[in-house]
């Protein structure tokens, strides 16, 4: 079976609910039916309601970019998988490399993160990629593995079957570098092969790798034509509803 591409639109720390509200008045003509890939917007929190109110009815679903691993409690300024279902969210981005950078995620704080959106039957989109060092110090594949192995830490094959993973090298992210093709192939092989290693290989020829990292209108198609990569994670390019559409056009 092929996989269907996910095309991924991570909004980050952009937009108002009126500025969301915008973006899908003039996104959703551009793609109205699009059924090839599946298309995801993930915006800031704020702008869940409103981004889910306006892509009602579309075939553009939304996602939240961060999931806490408990029902709810005492954790300031965190959202949990039991909110984000009440909303009618239906996916979630797990790991991203700013949060790992900048708000001291970890790979076990990944791990709990992933195993409640799983568990709640969100699709979650894990992200893992290397720092530019450990590219220039031949690191990446041991990177890679390890971030795959920890984040699927005591998850089940069954239990991960709405599971996608992003490859994010965080050199290419927001910096307009983006890797070759053949190089994102490459480090999506690798993934490949360790989730085959903890999930076994049907399991892993069925999962979706997506790539991340200066996706542009220019560069989608080159990118989407290699048979590893799965779909796109978008950051700067999705804010503008012409290029995001151009993407997923490719
Ligand atoms: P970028 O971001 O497309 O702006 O490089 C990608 C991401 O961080 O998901």
């Known amino acids: 079976m092929p996989r269907k591409k996910l095309i991924a639109a991570n909004w980050k720390m952009y937009k108002t609910p009126d500025q969301t509200r915008d973006f899908f008045r003039d996104f959703l003509p551009l793609v109205s039916g699009h059924t090839r890939d599946e298309i995801v917007v993930c915006p800031p ?5 409103t981004a889910h109110g306006s892509a009602k009815g579309s075939n553009v679903a939304i996602g939240a970019q961060n999931v806490h691993w408990k029902p709810e409690g005492a954790f300031t300024g965190e959202t949990s998988a039991a909110m984000l279902l009440a909303l009618g969210i239906t996916h979630v981005i797990v790991g991203h490399s700013e949060r790992r950078q900048y708000f001291g995620e970890t790979d076990d704080t990944v791990n709990m993160r992933l195993k409640a959106a799983l568990e709640a039957g969100l699709t979650s989109i894990c992200c893992v990629g290397e720092v530019l060092e450990e590219r220039e ?3 990446t594949d041991d990177v890679l593995r390890r971030q795959c192995v920890r984040a699927f830490h005591t998850i089940s094959a069954k239990k991960a079957a709405k599971l996608v993973v992003a490859y994010e090298p965080v050199w290419a992210i927001g910096t307009g570098k983006t890797a070759t093709p053949e190089l994102a192939a490459e480090a999506h092989a690798v993934i490949r092969r360790e989730a085959a290693e903890v999930f076994g290989d049907e399991f892993a020829s069925g999962l979706r790798i ?15 034509s290699q048979e590893e990569i799965d779909g796109a994670l978008v950051g700067g390019a999705s804010l503008d509803p012409k290029s995001f559409a151009a993407i997923v056009k490719y």
């Open 137 to 139: 110090s031949g690191l």
């Open 210 to 224: 997506l790539y991340g990292g200066s996706v542009k209108p220019e560069n989608a198609s080159s990118l989407m």
């Open 45 to 49: 929190d704020i702008d869940l309601a």
